[in-house]
């Protein structure tokens, strides 16, 4: 408000002023004002502090398109810093079908791409045909693939259902860890997925890879309740052996195999299973 005022009164305000102003905004918890501070600091010309151009973009005061206006003008003048954050927190920001529009602004731009640009992009492209223009920006750019986006890649293939049925295969041409199998498993969405996946896991394996297990067997007419019993009582005795595990982990594995009865119709056993649900909250 005093900005504009003195704006008014045909004062000029220098950037002395107006960094003050954005700092005072900050402080006061006034992020739309500090955000309309700072779009007016950008467009003026000259840098914006990184730090807190970094802060008022996270608090998430904008539009979709100011976000693109402001990374117009960034990438502009402002520094590479201050224009990757811009370009995170737009990502970030943008729904399913807002994804697209924003990565090509930023590709319009001539932006270095990073492998978190493409991470948070891949995370939110909802389908196949997106996803293969996006892998194909992925092959130009020649960024090595980080974990975190691989793991976001091949959760993005699960989800558009163009995964391989050969999840471990294709889990080792990713070049991911061992360490995130489990992570990956428990996003498999069917039986068969699970189940070639299963003796690749760390052994034994956590107990919510347990859990999805015994679920997707409830959603599998195909699959016996056999192995459901099978999967359960691996699972209870892994908990009880395992240090560290919690009651909460033990009330998870009995609810998923509650759940599993009473799919497959064994409701005398899930009877006697959800009473132990309830010893093990007490």
Known sequence: IWLVRLEADGWEVGRV????????CCKK??????????AKMVKSGGAVDDGLVATVMRQGWFTLQEAVDILQEISKNGTRLSLRTVCNVALQSSTPSEIDLTWNVIKSHDVPLTADMFKYTIEKTPTAEALERLLSDLTQSNL?????????????????????TDIVTFCKQLNLPHTVYPDIFVSLPNITLQKSMWPSLPHPPPVPCYVSFIRAIADDPDTP???AELVYKSALQVSQQRPGTTGRDIVSIHKAMVHCCAVKGKMEAARGIAARVGAARG
């Open 225 to 227: 309740y056999t192995l």
């Open 17 to 24: 002023a107006q960094t003050a102003a954005l700092e005072g």
């Open 29 to 38: 918890g006034d992020w739309e004002g500090a955000f309309r501070v700072m």
């Open 144 to 164: 090595e693939l980080t974990t975190p986006l691989s793991v976001a890649l091949l959760k993005a293939v699960i989800r558009t259902n163009t995964l391989p």
